[in-house]
């Protein structure tokens, strides 16, 4: 059974920094191309930034780009997210997934059953 298990949100100044963090299992985290997304109240859930498998590219949403990395630690199963100079318009609940098809995975709704994976969520709310 896989299960994707997001973790290191938080409340932080604008300006600040966080780390989330993805915890995998049942799945080998370096054969499957790995993404964060977000949504905000009211909002549609949106791409943020992604690897491919094995991590050999990452690609970023421009909203992110030059504040967030994205990471893995394929050893350890683990996915991450380091976000720097955070605003206020990224307050949202981040939700880390999985795509065992392992190339670029910006889509929300392309995520078929038993091959794509979403995780619960963790908050990440930035004050002004």
């Known amino acids: 059974q896989v299960q994707l298990v997001e973790s290191g949100g938080g409340l932080v100044q604008a300006g600040g920094s966080l780390r989330l963090s993805c915890a995998a299992s049942?799945?080998?985290?370096?054969?499957?191309?790995m993404g964060w997304f977000r949504q905000a109240p009211g909002k549609e859930r949106e791409f943020v930034a992604a690897?491919?498998?094995?991590?050999?590219?990452?690609y970023y949403a421009d909203s992110v780009k030059g504040r967030f990395t994205v990471s893995r630690d394929n050893a350890k199963n683990a996915l991450y997210l380091q976000m720097d100079s955070l605003k206020p318009e990224d307050t949202a609940v981040y939700y880390c997934?999985?795509?065992?098809?392992?190339?670029?995975?910006?889509?929300?709704?392309?995520?078929?059953?038993?091959?794509?994976?979403w995780g619960q969520g963790t908050q990440v709310t930035v004050s002004s």
């Open positions: 690897s491919t498998w094995g991590g050999y590219s990452t």
């Open positions: 049942g799945l080998t985290l370096r054969n499957n191309a």
């Open positions: 997934k999985a795509d065992a098809r392992g190339g670029r995975t910006e889509s929300v709704s392309d995520c078929p059953p038993r091959i794509c994976y």
